[in-house]
């Protein structure tokens, strides 16, 4: 079963997708694919916390496309859904919310480990 820390009870992801339809794709399916270098961060978050929120955009849409919770590990298999454009393995996840969220209401919220800058 998955350990749990208390030390890192909930971490938070944003995921920049280059086009809506991998968005769609993820929240038909409940799966999502990311670049390798993305793979260890998440696998480790998703072992050692408690919960996994990723939040979706789209990159130059202005908003959030929605968010979801990781729902696996990320495994070894790659999905035919995005094709052949550097992904790693699939991992499942559950949405939350699948509805556009614009930046602006998201401006109050600040990252302290990016120089505070605003969340988007």
């Not at 694919?33 to 993305?38: D, G, H, K, L, R």
């Not at 696996?72 to 550097?86: L, N, P, R, T, V």
């Not at 302290?112 to 605003?118: A, H, L, Q, R």
Request: with cysteine; net charge positive.
């Amino acid at each position: 079963s998955k350990s749990l820390s208390p030390n890192i009870p909930v971490c938070y992801f944003i995921m920049k997708s280059s086009n809506l339809q991998n968005i769609a794709i993820s929240q038909q399916k409940g799966i999502w694919s990311t670049t390798p270098s993305n793979e260890r961060k998440l696998n480790r978050a998703f072992w050692e916390s408690s919960t996994v929120y990723l939040v979706f955009s789209v990159q130059g849409s202005g908003q959030f496309q929605g968010f979801a919770r990781m729902a696996s590990e990320i495994g070894c298999e790659k999905s035919q859904d995005w094709g052949s454009a550097g992904f790693g393995g699939v991992f499942k996840v559950e949405w939350i919310r699948k509805e556009s969220i614009p930046f602006q209401f998201a401006h109050h919220l600040l990252n302290p480990w990016n120089d505070n800058k605003k969340v988007q």
